[in-house]
Structures are given as structure tokens and as C-alpha cells.
């Protein structure tokens, strides 16, 4: 059975930074993409970034230069770096897993789903 396992969130003040990990377990990972989405309440879920099974990443513009998506294929864990958090940032952040190389930006493309982890940013 396909796990994936987020951790690191939690409250930070702004312009401060976090790591969240994403361990999968149950299947290897080490070459496929995996993807961050985040939903804030009231709100839809939406795109963060992703990487690919060959390293491309993607991000969505209100994060670029901010977040750094990485990968460690040995570990089959993902990471996101966020740096520079501002309020608008606070959300429940998902890792994703897809069973195919390519990256994607829509949710309906991916696979596999974390249980999510709060990550809350003070003004």
C-alpha cells in the first residue's frame, strides 16, 4: 500500500522559513514526479510545485524565488524549502505522487496523496 507521509509544518512569523519532508513508502518514488499543493480555508486546493523523475521543476508564480522543490531518490522523500513566508502562505500543504515521470500542475493528475500538514504564518 502506497503511503505518503508529510511533515514539518507548523507556526512561523513572517519572512521566516520552513522544510516540509514527504517520505513514500509502499512503492519507489525515486523516479517519478512528485508535486505540492496547499488549500487554505475556504479555498480550493491549488498547485505549489513539483519536481520530475529527471529533476525539471515547476513552480506556481506566487512561490517562485521563494520555495525550492528537491528530491533524494535514495529516500524516496521529497522536500520543500520555503523561505520568505508570508501570511498568505498559511494552508495545509499536500504532498502528491504520480506514477509517471513528467511533472503536472493539476491534481487530477496525480496518483497518490498525503494526509496533508498545517503550516501557519503570523503577521
Known amino acids: 500500500q502506497v503511503q505518503l507521509v508529510e511533515s514539518g509544518g507548523g507556526l512561523v512569523q513572517a519572512g521566516g522559513s520552513l522544510r516540509l519532508s514527504c517520505a513514500a513508502s509502499?512503492?519507489?518514488?525515486?523516479?517519478?514526479?512528485m508535486g505540492w499543493f496547499r488549500q487554505a480555508p475556504g479555498k480550493e486546493r491549488e498547485f505549489v510545485a513539483a519536481?520530475?523523475?529527471?529533476?525539471?521543476?515547476g513552480y506556481a508564480d506566487s512561490v517562485k524565488g521563494r520555495f525550492t522543490i528537491t528530491r533524494d531518490s535514495v529516500k524516496s522523500t521529497v522536500y520543500l524549502q520555503m523561505n520568505s513566508l508570508k501570511p498568505e502562505d498559511t494552508a495545509v500543504y499536500y504532498c502528491?505522487?504520480?506514477?509517471?515521470?513528467?511533472?503536472?500542475?493539476?491534481?487530477?493528475?496525480?496518483?497518490?496523496w498525503g494526509q496533508g500538514t498545517q503550516v501557519t504564518v503570523s503577521s
Open positions: 502528491a505522487g504520480r506514477t509517471v515521470f513528467s511533472l503536472a500542475r493539476s491534481g487530477g493528475e496525480y496518483d497518490y
Open positions: 509502499g512503492r519507489t518514488f525515486s523516479y517519478n514526479a
Open positions: 519536481i520530475s523523475g529527471y529533476g525539471t521543476t
